[in-house]
């Protein structure tokens, strides 16, 4: 299944602005704009990301690719495509966008699309993880909520005419998933038909005929749309995230050996490390640091040294076994941090390849890995070197969820 991601940001959104901003999608919310943040959330659930804008918008939207290039890792900002400018609406938008990946190639064609309101920045990992799933068996899911208010109808003179039942109700959310043909050949016959009036992709989909399942979408996923929505996002921010911090550490003594492996990389030496996998005592304790920030077991229990399985294992895999299960549990990783404890080798000529491969690793950009050195001042196991030691920190955040 080749997932491709269609943000739609053409709108104006001039309900959502002042008088001296931007349109909505390009205000700041604690310090990133909302496409940014919407950008951001993507990456980890599909293999592109085609994003159409309004033709005026290039200079902004250049500005914002240049703050989420700075926060993802290299491998996850290069599924970002070229934009695509959007329609006078934005159903035309849509298909715009639509078309723009029908022509890049059957190789690189997906199977499925997402189509996403940049104006929704707080999508959450776990709601899109929910749709991916739902798209395995369904020709189209969409995020909703079942309606909990008591709905009226009213008329003209501003007077309630009846009340609504709300059984059966749901307001729909994005992203919206399809299956990638069946929604671009229903949103190519709504254009040729001339049915403009549809509010979502999942109308477009109903007229086609398509089957649309409905997957609980949650509160936090607000749409940007007012002033006020913003003033209000930017208050609930601070207590949106949920935040958590793990710790690792771990040690190896040296053996009979002409390098270690340390972060990621293989770094010449007069020993080697002695363990079951590679003995990366960088990466062990990274991967014990996001594990123990999301209440899992330690590494020896994912991976036990009496599996022949894992023998001289590369301890990439460990790590990325660790931040899978942190996405799969909604958790994104801020930022990690490793303190290794050797008298030799030495670190610095090889810090910036780690911070690289694990900021690869984790799916993060590489100024949110801290690589650090010191000796022991000729004390203890590590001083007489006998091996090496390292200790890491790990902080993941996801949306609060009650208690």
């Known amino acids: 299944m080749k997932t491709a991601a269609l943000i739609v940001a053409a709108g104006r959104g001039s309900r959502a602005t002042r008088e001296d901003q931007q349109p909505k999608q390009y205000v700041e919310i604690g310090g990133i704009p909302v496409l940014g943040h919407t950008l951001m959330a993507f990456p980890p659930f599909v293999d592109a990301i085609q994003v159409v ?3 005026d918008d290039a200079e902004s939207y250049a500005g914002v690719l240049a703050g989420v290039e700075k926060r993802l890792a290299c491998a996850a900002f290069a599924k970002i495509l070229p ?16 078309e723009a990946l029908a022509t890049r190639g059957s190789a690189q064609t997906p199977s499925h699309v997402l189509i996403h309101d940049a104006a929704r920045p707080f999508v959450s990992a776990e709601e899109l993880g929910r749709i991916c799933a739902a798209l395995k068996t369904a020709q189209g899911a969409i995020l ?8 009226k109808r009213g008329n003209s003179a501003g007077m309630i005419t009846t009340t609504v039942g709300r059984e059966d109700l749901w307001r729909a959310q994005t992203p919206q998933g399809f299956q990638f043909a069946s ?8 254009a040729r038909e001339c049915a403009t009036d549809l509010t979502d992709d999942a109308a477009v989909a109903e007229r086609a005929g398509m089957h649309v399942a409905l997957v609980t979408g949650s509160a936090g996923n607000i749409k940007i749309t007012t002033a006020e929505d913003i003033d209000m996002a930017e208050a609930a921010r601070a207590f949106a995230a949920e935040t958590r911090t793990g710790t690792g550490f771990d040690v190896h003594r040296f053996t009979e050996g002409d390098h270690v ?9 007069t020993h080697k490390l002695e363990g079951h996998s590679d003995a990366d005592v960088v990466l062990h304790a990274l991967t014990d640091a996001v594990l123990g920030a999301i209440g899992e077991a330690d590494i020896g229990q994912h991976f036990p040294p009496s599996d022949p399985q894992w023998k001289g294992a590369a301890s990439k895999l460990f790590l990325a076994h660790a931040a899978k299960l942190a996405r799969d549990a909604g958790w ?9 404890l050797a008298e030799a080798p030495k670190i610095g000529p090889h ?3 780690m911070k690289a491969v694990i900021a690869d690793v984790l799916g993060i950009a590489a100024d949110r890995v801290g690589i650090k050195a010191t000796t022991m001042e000729g004390m203890g196991f590590v001083g007489r070197r006998e091996g090496l030691a390292a200790q890491a920190i790990a902080t993941l955040q996801r949306a609060r969820t009650p208690a």
């Open 53 to 55: 804008i309004h033709p």
């Open 261 to 269: 492996w340390l972060g990621g990389v293989r770094i010449p030496h």
């Open 351 to 353: 810090r910036l390849a």
């Open 183 to 190: 929604i671009l050949a229903a949103h190519r016959q709504a």
């Open 332 to 340: 994104s990783i801020s930022n990690v941090d490793v303190t290794v």
């Open 144 to 151: 909703a909520l079942p309606v909990t208010d008591t709905l």
């Open 83 to 98: 934009p695509v400018p959007g329609g006078a609406t934005r159903q035309q938008s849509v298909l715009c966008g639509l």
